[in-house]
């Protein structure tokens, strides 16, 4: 079975200060590791994915994620936060199979 | 094309009354998900689709839940007899699946139900 925890559930940040949203999965097979956003009142946007290769994972929006096996980790980093960033963000983990699984999510507000 | 669609968007209706949900995918996505978001939680895998196959049901949380799905078009998601704690946002996920590797997922807005 596998499963994802997003540790913090509310993140503030002043605006162009660094942020880092923490994502831990537990899996006993290869996984897949993806971000979503979620912008208010709108529907989940894919940010970036972890499938294979590289563990520095590039996304939109100038946000990144390094895949860390051993400590089954899929953190999801900006250097510089900006007002448009305040959103949800979603971790989510799949395998081989068809099943995705999603955390609960974390709150990032970008203070100005 | 355009992305998935979903409808109503918004579902106000009394306990014990029926609901049906409707999620269109984009075109040419031949796997179709569902999933709820309770209030302040995470994404609930509720039900899978891909295309002619038999549809993974193992998220359904119970017996009132079914979906269905013509080929690989629309799928509707059925409420029987709703009770409160199905209020939530059922979240509507289409994909362009590679057999063995896990693609992308493009999600609609969303049908927010309460269930008064």
């Known amino acids: 079975a596998q499963s994802v925890t997003q540790l913090d559930s509310q993140v503030p940040v002043f605006e162009e200060a660094p942020v880092e949203l923490r994502c831990n999965y537990s899996?006993?097979?290869?996984?897949?590791l993806f971000w979503y956003v979620q912008y208010p009142n709108q529907g989940l946007q894919l940010l970036l994915k972890y499938l294979s290769g590289s563990t520095l994972v590039k996304g939109i929006n100038g946000f990144e994620a390094e895949f860390n096996k051993s400590q089954t980790s899929f953190h999801l980093r900006k250097p510089s936060v900006h007002i448009s960033d305040t959103a949800e963000y979603f971790c989510a983990v799949t395998g081989a199979g068809n099943q995705f699984y999603f955390g609960t999510g974390t709150s990032l507000t970008v203070i100005p | 094309g355009a992305g998935v669609s979903q409808s109503p968007s918004n579902k106000v209706t009394e306990k014990g009354k029926d609901v049906e949900l409707r999620c269109d995918p984009i075109s040419g996505h031949t796997a179709l998900y569902w999933y709820r978001q309770r209030l302040g939680q995470g994404l609930e895998f509720l039900i899978y689709?891909?295309?002619?196959?038999?549809?993974?049901k193992s998220g359904l949380p119970s017996d009132r839940f079914s979906a269905e799905r013509t080929g690989e078009s629309v799928s509707t998601l059925t409420i029987q007899r709703t009770q409160q704690e199905d209020s939530a946002v059922y979240l509507c996920?289409?994909?362009?699946?590679?057999?063995?590797?896990?693609?992308?997922?493009?999600f609609g807005p969303g049908t927010r139900l309460l269930v008064l």
């Open positions: 996920a289409s994909s362009r699946p590679t057999p063995g590797l896990s693609e992308t997922q493009y």
């Open positions: 899996s006993s097979v290869s996984v897949y």
């Open positions: 689709f891909q295309g002619n196959s038999a549809p993974d």
